[in-house]
């Protein structure tokens, strides 16, 4: 069928259709995610995730599968669909990893109470592959996918920050005219243009050893260092403007109470809203650094990880319209959201590429041991791309 020549009601029809045939089947395959412990740098669980996903991309006639191995992480899997002439590219995201650990799938497995579904990974974000998934292979049963290529990435790593997956998406960024990213929704049925980026921080403190009963005053106790130096980041929030630095595993003491500590870490994280407040970190980051409180102490500061955030911009937002567009054809006016959570939309849109996020099934209490999905948004948000892609 000519793309110009679709017939919106037709699209809907073919969706709504298709969506609500695949639905079973989703459910069934989201069985077996639940089931597999696949945390982050889990290459045995990953391997089996991959299996599973091979076998479902396989349900696209002309699929072609490639493997990018990450040592430490697992597969990459990245999938492309090609017509012999076409225009332009779509790239399609989606994270196969967890936050759990070996032994939490069988500590808390999957059951069913009425449309909700309960299981680790479900809707975070196994639910979303099969969502993109299924919508590709129902449009293209119709006839109704434009003539661009698909490229579906399905990295191991996002809930790490994607330190291996960027070499893969930097591969396919290149001629590719927008990114969809399939996180879980959330809060009405939200679309995201915006997300918050994040940076992990180390704060280390070197002080000086000594008894605390014998010669307490010759000591310098880097563990008290550490204290003031984690209240004046506190200190340095600026709440109105987003910038919150969040102090969480700390180290120190290791001779006990009976020695002044000479060591001490923490691990800090820090939401910024936009480039420029990364900036900003930066500048709090040297100057707390500087502001001893305890003579004779030394601090580092130093940023690990730096997730850069998704910033509203007129690209995302003009692919908002598009999903909205689409949803509005299904009797859904879908809102336009920000999220202060970081992911991969994130990277796309800041190497340029107009992306949208949170086109996953529903979501409830993820990353916990509760996370758990709203059953019936399967067919939902598979008919929503599935009809994004007929009128794109």
Do not use: W
Not at 117 to 143: N, S, T, W
Not at 183 to 212: M, N, Q, W, Y
């Amino acid at each position: 069928m000519s793309q110009n020549r679709r017939d919106p009601e037709q699209v809907v029809a073919a969706a709504r259709k298709g969506a609500a045939e695949a639905q079973r089947q989703q459910i069934e395959i989201i069985k077996q995610f639940a089931a597999i412990d696949c945390g982050t740098g889990d290459e045995e669980g990953n391997a089996r995730v991959v299996e599973i996903i091979d076998r479902q991309l396989k349900l696209i006639k002309g699929i072609e599968i490639t493997h990018h191995y990450a040592e430490g992480y697992g597969i990459h899997i990245v999938a492309r669909l090609k017509p012999e002439k076409p225009e332009g590219k779509i790239l399609l995201s989606a994270h196969t990893d967890t936050v759990f650990h070996r032994g939490d799938t069988a500590a808390y497995p999957y059951h069913e109470d009425g449309d909700t579904a309960y299981g680790l990974g479900i809707v975070d974000c196994k639910g979303g592959i099969l969502v993109a998934i299924h919508a590709v292979r129902i449009m293209q049963e119709a006839d109704m996918l434009p003539n661009k290529e698909i490229v579906f990435i399905f990295n191991c790593d996002e809930e790490t920050g994607t330190p291996t997956g960027h070499a893969v998406f930097d591969t396919e960024i290149p001629g590719a005219e927008m990114a969809f990213v399939f996180e879980p929704s959330r809060d009405e049925d939200g679309v995201l243009t915006a997300r918050k980026g994040a940076c992990s921080i180390t704060v280390e403190v070197f002080g000086k050893k000594a008894h605390s009963g014998v010669n307490y005053l010759d000591g310098r106790s880097a563990t008290v260092e550490l204290g003031h130096m984690l209240v004046r980041l506190y200190e340095n929030n600026d709440n109105v403007r987003g910038i919150q630095f969040n102090p969480a595993a700390l180290y120190g003491g290791d001779y006990g109470t009976g020695i002044v500590s000479d060591h001490a870490t923490a691990k800090v994280g820090v939401r910024v809203a936009c480039q420029a407040d990364i900036d900003k970190v930066k500048e709090i980051i040297a100057r707390v650094e500087k502001e001893t409180y305890i003579e004779g102490t030394k601090t580092e500061i130093r940023i690990d990880r730096i997730s850069v955030p998704m910033e509203r911009n007129e690209k995302n937002v003009q692919l908002y319209e598009t999903v909205h567009k689409a949803g509005l054809l299904l009797g859904k006016d879908l809102p336009e959201q920000a999220s202060g959570g970081s992911g991969d939309a994130s990277y796309f849109s800041y190497r340029g590429v107009p992306a949208v996020d949170a086109l996953g099934p529903y979501m409830y209490k993820i990353h916990s041991t509760d996370e758990s999905m709203r059953l019936s948004s399967f067919e939902e948000k598979t008919a929503l791309f599935a009809v994004v892609l007929g009128i794109l």
